[in-house]
């Protein structure tokens, strides 16, 4: 006879970190811009034997300022901040190579539905907020993740990388976030 206990076994998590995110332009000429942030979240892995899946939902903040003369196609005095909000519901599977009690190295992919939500913008003191529709970005964008975790006792330690599958502005020129 042979009995398992708990399985499928399901963790649930909350978390903080940093990000940043790229915005990469297929246009000739124009560099892409890097936004510094940080992001919240929660969810839950559900482990059985050496696979897994996750379900997540992220609140991420990231922004860039842009001092005067350092863009040649806007011409200001002083330095403008804009910030970015998003929600994030990524589903994830994978495979745990290494699982023993106190370590567990985790292998994944899978695919993220962003929402950009309103963003703030800040110009000589004064601040006002915009709708993703003003600056012409899509309000829904899909990525395709892959990443690693390593869990240390009860620890959870997480590194991923998105790239844009859908375009970010509504614009023709293609322009994805990574």
């Given at each position: 006879?042979?009995?398992?206990?708990?399985?499928?076994?399901?963790?649930?998590?909350?978390?903080?970190?940093?990000?940043?995110?790229?915005?990469?332009?297929?246009?000739?000429?124009?560099?892409?811009?890097?936004?510094?942030?940080?992001?919240?979240?929660?969810?839950?892995?559900?482990?059985?034997?050496?696979?897994?899946?996750?379900?997540?939902?992220v609140?991420?903040?990231?922004?860039i300022?842009v001092?005067?003369?350092?863009?040649?196609d806007?011409?200001?005095?002083?330095p403008?901040?804009?910030?970015?909000?998003?929600?994030?519901?990524?589903?994830?599977?994978?495979?745990?190579?290494?699982?023993?009690?106190?370590?567990?190295?985790?292998?994944?992919?899978?695919?993220?539905?962003?929402?950009?939500l309103?963003?703030?913008?800040?110009?000589?003191?004064?601040?006002?907020?915009?709708?993703?529709?003003e600056?012409?970005l899509?309000?829904?964008?899909?990525?395709?993740?892959?990443?690693?975790?390593?869990?240390?006792a009860?620890?959870?330690?997480?590194?991923s990388?998105?790239?844009?599958?859908?375009?970010?502005?509504?614009?023709r020129?293609?322009?994805?976030?990574?």
């Amino acid at each position: 006879m042979l009995a398992m206990a708990q399985q499928p076994k399901m963790h649930m998590r909350l978390y903080g970190g940093v990000n940043t995110t790229t915005f990469v332009y297929k246009i000739e000429g124009i560099d892409k811009d890097v936004l510094e942030g940080w992001q919240v979240g929660g969810g839950f892995r559900v482990m059985f034997r050496r696979e897994f899946m996750g379900i997540d939902v992220v609140y991420k903040n990231f922004g860039i300022t842009v001092a005067p003369g350092e863009d040649a196609d806007l011409d200001f005095d002083e330095p403008i901040t804009v910030r970015m909000k998003a929600l994030e519901f990524p589903l994830t599977m994978g495979y745990i190579p290494v699982k023993t009690a106190v370590f567990k190295w985790f292998l994944y992919g899978g695919l993220v539905s962003r929402f950009s939500l309103k963003g703030k913008y800040e110009y000589e003191g004064e601040s006002g907020t915009y709708k993703p529709s003003e600056i012409n970005l899509n309000v829904y964008n899909l990525g395709a993740r892959f990443g690693t975790q390593i869990d240390l006792a009860m620890f959870n330690f997480d590194f991923s990388y998105t790239i844009g599958i859908t375009n970010a502005f509504k614009e023709r020129a293609r322009t994805n976030t990574h």
